[in-house]
């Protein structure tokens, strides 16, 4: 190799030592000014949750919600909701957003719709929306307050000197999930919240299989409250030693909650967790609900509801039985009244009300009087009817004690199936807006008189539609009316019999010929003034039976007799020949089956008899009893 060879070869090599040494020296400052030293690390705190080793640290921009959906339609990209945790009120899905049920099923996002509560965790966006990488939709239970929580966890005993300021929690952490032995940690905790997800809630404890147990006092104002446990897995709140939230249960991330009223002071609060496996989180908070949150009770001193009341007081519900005793050492045992007043959330529909009362019991809705039976009475069951939208709606209900034995149920169902006529009455006679009330009748089959249909209608000036599917055999059909006043029949939506008018009670009918199978039917009745009656009901038309040709020669005086002849065809169905032309007609009589007879005369007279296999069916039963 030449020298000038041999020199390039050794300047080249130093060349490449220098540049190497000098990005070794360059990487570690860089490193040294980009991550932290031990000694600027701060120290572990014991409230905050400390990752296991190897677990994923959670990205800044991370963040969940839980809330409920108040608009979202499948396929949609962002839902809103109300948030119970976290601040995000709307949520992106996009195709990866993941959506699971509960108990861990996995279910597309149609699943998603408004009134659910969901549980989401992702990313927030620059304006703070949630974007979405899963989605959990979460069972909401309420349950109702018990006097002793179940086993296995005993109900914890506390003491002054074991409880932490007033207004934080005095918390202790167990290493198993039973709450048993002696606590690992014990300290203060500010909030019952926390999202270990799968770590541990602090050193020295497992990252399942533990539990924990707060206390704390807090001073209440007096009313209503609702308490709220949002975990997973088991939990359990007492107030005051009473059992408000029982969930002892390995679950997913469900709210539940529980009610209570309270009085004004303070007030224990203990709530006892446990985790299984999985995640681990748990929240606890409350809400005030007013100082009535159920029904405001008022008892008075005298049957007539005057003056103030000697007591007034909450009421879980209206189901009392006294008997022979008072309400309340402040209210006499006999001649005392009550009123109950309440504001109560109902979807739209028709509602049936029922008081079963001893003695007497008014029932208002939104002002309007459905039940008012104001007197002394043998124990017996109420019945008044509405129409309700959609949203709020108050409910007063009074009651009257006079002598013996006081007792009070009021209960109300949502009339959802018709076994009947599904019947809508109107507070008008032009069957205008949306009815006063539905109900379930049996028949159209009512003669009011001078009264009304019913609690919160008019006696005058009201009307009423009725409507039904009936399965009949195929033939010619009878369909007739009876009313004082106006009356429709619709039959498959061809009007039948039109009748739309002021006038006394009198028979329409008329005749169709219907297929076999199911038919709609619906009727159409209006009163105005005087007395109020409406009667329906149809038959197979009769079918006369053939005979020889009877002629029948006309009397000296006008021509007002017909000549009727009758003529058997090889068919066996009959031709009738009426002169001069005049309409047979067919009145029913009071009986469940009429049968029909020619409104005219001729002598000898000709009768038109149904046969057996004919079949018939007319409305008879009367009204309930509040018609």
Known sequence: MSTWRKALVALLTVALLTVGTGIIIWVGVARDRILPQPSTLPAPDVNTPMPETGATETSPSAASVLGQVREYSPGALIIVVTPLEGTAEQIIVSE???????????????????????????????????????????????????????????????????????????????????????????????????????????????????????????????????????????????????????????????????????????????????????????????????????????????????GDPVLVRNDLALDFDWGARSPDQSVPEDWFGARW??????????????????????VWVDGRLIIDEWHSYAPRIYVGYTYLDDG????????????????????????????????????????????????????????????????????????????????????????????????RVFVDGTLLIDDWRDSSARLIQEQVTLKQGKHSVVVEYYERGGEALVQVGWALAPTPTPSVTVTVSPSPTPTRTPTVTITPTNTHTPTVTVSPTESATWTPSPSPSPSPSPSQTASPTATLTPTEDETSSVEQESAPHDA
């Open 96 to 306: 990866a957003t993941e959506v699971w049920r509960g108990d861990g099923t996995r279910v597309s996002n149609e699943a998603i719709e408004p009134g659910l509560t969901i549980y989401a965790e992702g990313e927030l966006d620059a304006i703070g929306r949630l974007v979405a990488e899963t989605i959990t939709l979460v069972d909401i239970e309420a349950k109702t307050p018990t006097a002793l929580p179940p086993s296995p966890t005993p109900k914890p005993t506390s003491s002054s000197d074991d409880l932490a300021p007033e207004g934080m929690w005095h918390a202790e952490y167990y290493d198993n999930p039973t709450l048993s032995g002696e606590p690992v940690l014990v300290r203060t905790d500010k909030d019952i919240d926390f999202q270990w997800q799968l770590g541990a809630p602090a050193p020295g404890l497992p990252r399942d299989e533990f539990s924990v147990r707060w206390r704390g006092r807090w001073t209440f104002q007096a009313g209503g409250y609702r308490f709220y446990a949002y975990s997973d897995d088991g939990v359990r709140l007492w107030v005051d030693g009473v059992l408000v939230i029982d969930q002892w249960r390995d679950q997913s991330a469900t709210v539940v909650s529980g009610d209570v009223y309270l009085t004004e002071g303070e007030h224990l609060v203990e709530v006892a967790y446990y985790d299984r496996t999985h995640n681990a989180q748990i929240r606890v908070w409350w809400d005030y609900r007013g100082l009535y949150p159920d029904w405001k009770g008022e008892y008075f001193g005298n049957p007539d509801l005057v």
């Open 392 to 487: 709020s709606h108050t409910i007063r209900v009074e009651f009257l004690e006079q002598t013996g034995n006081a007792f009070i149920r009021v209960w109300w169902e949502r009339i959802d199936t018709f076994s009947g006529w599904k019947g809508e009455y109107f507070d008008n006679a032009e069957l205008r807006g949306d009815p006063a009330f539905v109900r379930d009748d049996v028949a159209i089959s009512f003669d009011w008189g001078m009264n009304s249909p019913g609690y919160g209608l008019p006696s005058d000036n009201f009307s009423a539609r009725w409507t039904r599917s009936l399965l009949l055999d195929g033939g010619e059909y009878v369909f007739w009316a009876k009313a004082d006043d106006g009356v």
């Open 341 to 362: 007043t309440r504001n109560l959330v109902f979807e739209e529909g028709g509602y049936r009300f029922l008081a079963n009362v001893d003695d007497g019991v008014r």
